[in-house]
Each structure stands twice: as C-alpha cells, then as structure tokens.
C-alpha cells in the first residue's frame, strides 16, 4: 500500500525537524563523546547568520557568480560530452584516435587541474569555467557512449531499409534512443560540477559561494561556513533535481513502470468508465484515457519532488 502525497510531504517535513532538532540539541549542550559537537555551531547561529547574508548584497553576488559558471561550463560539456560520445561510439577510427587520450586524462580529478587552468586561461573566471566543463565533461561521454553502443542494430536496419541515411539514423534512431543513457550521465554531471567548481572558487576565484566558504572558514567563522554548506546543497539538489526532470518529459514516450521508492512499481490508477451514450459519441473515451495518461505521467515525477 503506497502513501499518498501528503502524506509523504509530512514524513519529509516530520524528518526534517527530527535531524535539526537532533543537531541543535548535540550543539546546544555541547556534547563530546567521541565527535565533539561543541566545536559546532547550533541551528540557531546558522539561521541566525544565513538571515543576516539574505538581507546582504554579496550573498547574490555570490549566488550569481557560481551559478553562471555551473550553467556556462555545464552547457559546453553537455554539448561536447554527447557529440563526443556518440563519435567515439560511431566510429572506430575516432575511438582509436582520442579514445586513448580521453581515457588517460579522464581519471585525474577536475580540481587537480586547477594549476593547469591558471596557467592556460588569462584569468580566473575562464579556468573555474574550463574546471566545471571538465567535471561533467566525462560522466556525460562515457555514459552517452555506453547508451549509443546499447542500441539494438534492428533499428538503424529499419531505418537504412526505408532509404535514410546517416543523418536521419542519428536524429531518428541515435539520439532518441540514447537519451535515456544521456541524461543519466548529465544527472550525474551536474552534481560533480557542484563539487568541482566549489572548489575551484575556495582556491582561485573572486566572488562565489565557494570562495565565501573558504573567507568564513579562515577567519574562524563557522556559522557563515555552514550558510555556505547549506547553499550548495541546495543548489546542488535543485540543479539535478531540474535535469532528471527534463529528462522523464523529453523520454515521456519511452514505456516505463511507476518507480515508488522502497515498494513495489505502483500501477496508474483506474479510471472509472463512464456510461456510453446512446448515440456513440467517442468525446467521453478520449477524456477517460486523457486522465489516466494524466495520472501517470504526475506517478512518474512524483519521487522527485
């Protein structure tokens, strides 16, 4: 039996209050046994401090400044991450020539090129830029590339039979086939994005949220490290949460079961059938299967609020 909405909004909400509540008792008493909680600041010191940085102007900047360095380096490796991807899954000679490159360079950490961004680029703002498209940059290319070679060879066959060309075999049967596998890697791109340019900013931006962080934590400004903690997270979960759902409505045509987390795939529900008129009139049919396509498109994106 699965919990309906609001019920599942006041389990989240009730599990919330437990952790804050938890975390402010830790603080407030300052308990040490093992971890030492009074080295923490309480709940209220944070909110306390994250009200002051709302009604200041740095905050937004900060906010503005990370937010267009996630979104510019995310959108060029997305772009190069699946034409790369679908190259080197196409074609062998491509995956002989880069293929070796891209593999010797993809397991060294983002944020270990920072001294090689600070060498290339003429300033700051283009090297965290390069650190956050490097970031997702592989989690997209190698996911893209698996989901292109996953395809079932009948497809393209089919497509070849009725006279399309290379073209045509890539919008009509590369692509949207592959898009499943895609956005699975910009989900996980964008959160390694966070990460990276986080860090970028602690070690060589101007502005952001990372290098507030980095400011508060040197001068022993802990609640202010914690807004900042805060603030990613948010972010973080905002951006990742905004990508998988544009990518459940750009597969909406795929065939999939209603995912309920912890429980069995929860079947749409029934729609009542409403008598038939006498005169045959299909207006009653085409809104009966209108909402039933409609309650199971909102079970689908339902785990994801």
Known sequence: MTRRPLARYALRTVSLAIFLGLWQLLTGLDVNLWLRFSQFPTVTDVASAFAGRLTGSDY?????DSLTRILTGFALAAVLGVATGVLVARSRLAEDLIGPVLEVIRPIPAIALVPVAILLFPSNEQGIVFITCTAAFF???????????????????AVRTMGGGRLRILGSVVLPGALPGIFGGLSVGIGVSWICVISAEMISGQYGVGYRTWQDYTVVNYPGVFVGMVTIGVLGWVTSTAVELLGRRLTRWLPRTSYVPGGRPRAPRPVAAAPVRADGDPQHQAQ???QGQKDIEEARDEHLV
Do not use: F, I
């Open 288 to 290: 009966r299967e209108q």
């Open 60 to 64: 937004w900047t900060d906010l503005t």
């Open 139 to 157: 989690p997209v290319l190698v996911s893209t590339r698996h989901a292109v070679r996953a395809l079932t060879p009948v497809w393209e066959e």
